[in-house]
């Protein structure tokens, strides 16, 4: 979901993305047909084959544009480790790319996992360079009452930290629903404000989710380099 929101995002403010999933395990991303997604195939006899990601730093230091990497779970820690070893955020930096990693922080049960996963990503990078999406989808995302940047994990993490996009949570009979339909069926939110298979007010309603997710985008300034390289992490089930 994220992934595919920061496609429509910069191509809306005007950039040229390059697409690219690759979740070994379910290339949701690449279902999203007016996307335009490229599928990366990293398994090789049932284990990801780190080698593959070779041709994936050719294209993002060769081809000019503004990539959002759809990575899956599964893959992210390989993918980021390879990164490390390899000296590519360097290497990218060098090229004049801006990279920046989403990591998501889900609410509900995932709560401990994902936030786990933020701090991995923290403690390897020696950069301003993550954008934590506070995804309140199943559940509120506090933690014996303290709020994200109220948590040690945040606090100790902070100057790491480029800024976060909250996707609220609403009203699960109306907005909830709206959303999943439009999940499920793999539609942008162009899509659905065209569609006649949505009601006036489900696009109303689904209007309002990406005004709010954009200006959040618009205060972050992803879109101020054109050659910027996003790596989303999908970090829990449904998203």
């Excluded at 980021?80 to 998501?104: F, I």
């Excluded at 049960?109 to 403690?123: H, K, N, P, Y």
């Excluded at 999940?183 to 006036?200: D, H, Q, W």
């Amino acid at each position: 979901m994220v992934a595919s929101i920061l496609v429509q995002y910069f191509r809306e403010r005007g950039m040229r993305v390059i697409a690219v999933d690759a979740d070994p395990v379910n290339h949701s991303l690449a279902q999203y047909r007016s996307l335009g997604v490229s599928e990366l195939e990293v398994l090789s006899d049932g284990r990801v084959d780190q080698r593959k990601f070779d041709g994936l730093v050719e294209r993002l230091l060769t081809e000019e544009g503004t990539y959002v990497l759809d990575s899956g779970a599964s893959t992210f820690i390989p993918l980021w480790y390879y990164m490390l070893e390899n000296q590519v955020l360097d290497c990218l930096y060098t090229a004049g790319c801006g990279v920046v990693v989403h990591s998501v922080v889900t609410g509900g049960q995932a709560l401990a996992d994902t936030l786990s996963g933020f701090a991995q990503i923290a403690q390897t990078t020696n950069k301003r360079n993550i954008v934590v999406w506070l995804n309140e989808y199943f559940g509120y995302i506090q933690q014996d009452g303290a709020l994200f940047s109220q948590m040690a994990v945040y606090k100790e993490n902070a100057a790491k930290v480029l800024g976060s996009v909250q996707i609220t949570r609403r009203n699960q009979d109306t907005f909830g629903r709206d959303i999943e339909e439009m999940i499920g069926r793999k539609f942008t939110f162009a899509e659905v404000l065209r569609s006649g298979e949505f009601s006036i007010m489900a696009k109303q309603r689904l209007k309002i989710v990406r005004d709010d997710l954009y200006e959040q985008l618009d205060e972050l300034d992803l879109s101020e380099s054109s050659q910027a390289v996003t790596t989303a992490q999908k970090a829990a089930v449904g998203q």
